[in-house]
């Protein structure tokens, strides 16, 4: 069995329950899931039905019984889900999202005890965010203080997903009062503490997206908590797990771009405009074959990603600022492009598929501020960038061969800033002088766009203060430039993956360097033949012979 072989199939297995329970009334019922939304109600018959699937499992480490060997499995399982419902995905998948600070720092009771707990269905919820702070980190005021032989937390934490549903929280707390970077720890607390007052959990929020989440938020008053590894280690073990959490969020936004696409095929083969059908109009082929390369080249960097966990662990403070800035973005810009599209039919909720398409596309703009903003990440890449303007010959063939089975996930191989910048970009110009004649026009243009990127790279002195826009925009081009890398690397190291006769590699490179700046000639014959794909099989992936 190859590598992932598992979570492929767990996937499919996922997505057959899915199918099967979308029925008429079913949990899965898109007019069902539309209701829910509607009336902003938790899809609790769905995430039970996740549970009886067996999914909980994905979402704890092998090493501790549960049947995560890889972090792409637990990747495919959750992508699976959101091409379903992003509301579902979220909610359900928030216990890994929540665990990954014990999987990372926990005593190996610790981490057996949650271990068992989520394998059973618990609910794990992530105390990162108050409501005076938001996502700074160091400014938190929910304090721990020692009572005997424990802790006990006094505090409110808001906006976090499953406060009010959660039995479990892993909270980031004030453990001296100055705070400072050693001046927080991470603490494991049960909510459903018996004591009276101890634990409040305040009312869901309303949302624009995603309605039916439970976003809400906890006090604490005197409730008791115990110390995820050392005192004084919160902001580092929090930062570690966010590089683990930022990766894995990346699915839900190809959940999202895998529906939106199979949504936008569907239209366009059903619709007639005159005597033709719009999937027959080169204009509707050349959108949908371009909307559905964003999502392509998104899944490359988001693959590639998951893989260099395991391989380079030690460059994930980069890789994952990478793909959680790139990622969203890219699927977002796809998704617009579908909308557009399908023009008013894509936004009448009464209308085409129960409003399928619109719900999507208004859910997943939360995405890009899961775990980070997209401009909180870019701002991680810059601090880095003297060590990415260094280019590091390092051997990525395990990360890139998608057949090649993963050592281990060390997190304690996990650092805050990469020593060796990133490997998949600095072995671009090995892998593009692999690629056939045919792509020598593209790998050319690919070559001089890195050239000029870590020149500026190179060119770039950080600011003490306010950092220039110039240095986002270099970040933004620095993704491209991994996403496109990402997506030679794959061709080259996987002949499975060439299906339709490795037509998607020549449209990614294409939207890349378009994306760049760099104007690139043939592109609708490109995105058309992606376009064909697509409207065969309804949407595509680089995976599994090119279906979704």
Known sequence: MTAGAPARLAAHTVAAVLSGRSG????????????????????????????????????????????????????????????????????H????????????????????????????GGIVSWGLTERDHGSDLMAGAVTATRH????????????????????????????????????????LADLRDPRPGTVRRTPKLRTHGIRGADISGVEFTGAAAVLVGDEGAGIEITLKALQLTRTTCTVLSLGAGDHAVAIAAEFLRERVLGRRRLSDVPRMRR?????????????????????SAHTLPDELSVTSALVKAFVPTAVEQSIEQLAELMGTRGFLTADYR???????????????????STLVNRASLITQFPRLARRNALDVTTTVCLAEPLPTLDTA??????????????????????????????????LRESGAVHAELARHRPVARAVPTAAFRLAERYE????????????????????????????????????????????????????????????????DGGRA
């Open 480 to 543: 491209l430039l991994f996403a496109a890398a990402a997506a030679v690397h794959v061709w080259v190291a996987n002949p499975a993956s060439r299906w339709e006769r490795g037509c998607w590699l020549r449209a990614c490179l294409t939207l890349a360097l378009t994306r760049l700046g760099v104007p690139v000639d043939g592109a609708d014959d490109a995105y058309e033949d992606v376009a064909a794909a697509v409207l065969a099989h309804g949407a595509v992936s680089l995976l």
């Open 354 to 372: 129960h409003g399928e398409f619109a719900k999507l596309e208004r859910d997943h703009r939360i995405v890009g501020l899961f775990d980070g």
């Open 24 to 91: 008429p009334g079913g949990p899965f019922d898109p007019a069902e899931l539309a209701r829910l939304d509607e009336a902003e109600e938790f899809p609790a018959a769905a995430c039970a039905e996740l549970d009886a699937a067996g999914l909980p499992d994905w979402y704890v480490p092998a090493r501790f019984g549960g049947a995560l060997a890889e972090l792409p499995d637990v990747m495919a399982v959750m992508r699976a889900t959101a091409r379903r419902d992003l509301t579902v995905a979220i909610a």
């Open 148 to 187: 005997g032989d424990g802790w006990v937390l006094d505090g409110a934490k808001w906006l976090i997903n499953n406060a009010t549903r959660a039995d479990l929280m892993c909270v980031l707390a004030r453990t001296e009062p100055g705070g400072g970077p050693r001046g927080f720890s991470v603490f």
């Open 413 to 446: 191989r996990l650092v805050l800033v990469s020593r060796t910048g990133n490997a998949i970009v600095s072995g671009l110009s090995s892998a593009l002088a692999e690629l056939p004649a045919e792509f020598a026009d593209l790998a050319d243009a690919l």
């Open 93 to 120: 998948g928030k216990t890994f999202l929540g665990s990954v600070s014990v999987w990372v720092a926990g005593s190996a009771d610790q981490a057996a005890a949650l271990a068992s707990a989520v394998r059973s």
């Open 287 to 307: 959108v949908l074959g371009e909307a559905a390369t964003g999502v392509l080249l998104a899944e490359a960097a988001a693959v590639v990603a998951a893989r």
